[in-house]
């Protein structure tokens, strides 16, 4: 069982398989693959903050922390969305779109 921790997350850390993830997925559905490049704890966040409109409350008190540690994770999780998109080079509205999809369960 997956147990995310806030202090196991680190901005400047990247895991050994973070490219094979991204890539496993990223042809297909370049939405997902783009998730699955996040570390653990900012990828819980993320899902349930943004995609699944969790509270940060509620976020705090399914994953342990507290509420500034999920509203530090959920910036994280977006600047690396942000760093990833305009890496991969896809326009505002592209993503936008593949992550309502997403969230929507397309």
């Not at 939405?31 to 940060?56: G, K, M, Q």
């Amino acid at each position: 069982m997956m147990a995310p921790r806030s202090e196991h997350a680190a901005w400047a850390r990247v895991s050994p398989d973070h490219d094979a993830r991204l890539q496993s997925a990223s042809g297909e559905h370049p939405a997902i693959a783009t998730v699955l490049a996040l570390e653990d704890f900012e990828r819980f966040v993320f899902v349930l903050s943004v995609l699944e409109r969790y509270s940060d409350q509620d976020c705090s008190i399914l994953l342990s922390c507290s509420r500034e540690d999920v509203r530090a994770a959920r910036i994280r999780a977006l600047q690396q969305i942000s760093e990833i998109d305009h890496k991969n080079g896809e326009s505002k509205d592209d993503s936008t779109i593949s992550f309502q999809a997403v969230s929507q369960g397309r």
